[in-house]
């Protein structure tokens, strides 16, 4: 059985780094999609950042590029968002999620199906 679970969410001050790990496990594929995606209350899911594992494919919303940094370590099947320069508006519940389809529509991406963590909270004070 597929399981993703989030770590590393809190609290923290405008201006302040956190960094969310996603390990994978049980999971026999090699390339797919990986990403961690948010959301915050009374707002749609949004992607944030998405890899693909067996390549060079990297997608940033256009609110976190130059501040997060998507990252895997194979050796440890973990998924990491470095998360620097936080601001309040990145405040929500972060989801890591793999082997979903992606789809671009206008530029935002949109995950269909594939495995999903419960999620780590993450919010940023003024």
């Known amino acids: 059985q597929v399981q993703l679970v989030e770590s590393g969410g809190g609290s923290v001050q405008a201006g302040g780094s956190l960094r969310l790990s996603c390990v994978a496990s049980?999971?026999?594929?090699?390339?797919?999609?990986m990403g961690w995606f948010r959301q915050a209350p009374g707002k749609e899911r949004e992607g944030v950042a998405i890899?693909?594992?067996?390549?060079?494919?990297?997608y940033y919303a256009d609110s976190v590029e130059g501040r997060f940094s998507i990252s895997q370590n194979n050796a440890k099947n973990t998924l990491y968002l470095q998360m620097n320069s936080l601001k309040p508006e990145d405040t929500a519940q972060y989801y890591c999620?793999?082997?979903?389809?992606?789809?671009?529509?206008?530029?935002?991406?949109?995950?269909?199906?594939?495995?999903w963590g419960q999620g780590t909270q993450v919010t940023v004070s003024s």
């Open positions: 999620a793999a082997d979903f389809v992606l789809t671009v529509v206008g530029g935002i991406p949109k995950a269909t199906g594939g495995y």
């Open positions: 049980g999971y026999g594929s090699s390339y797919y999609f």
């Open positions: 890899l693909y594992t067996g390549g060079t494919y990297e």
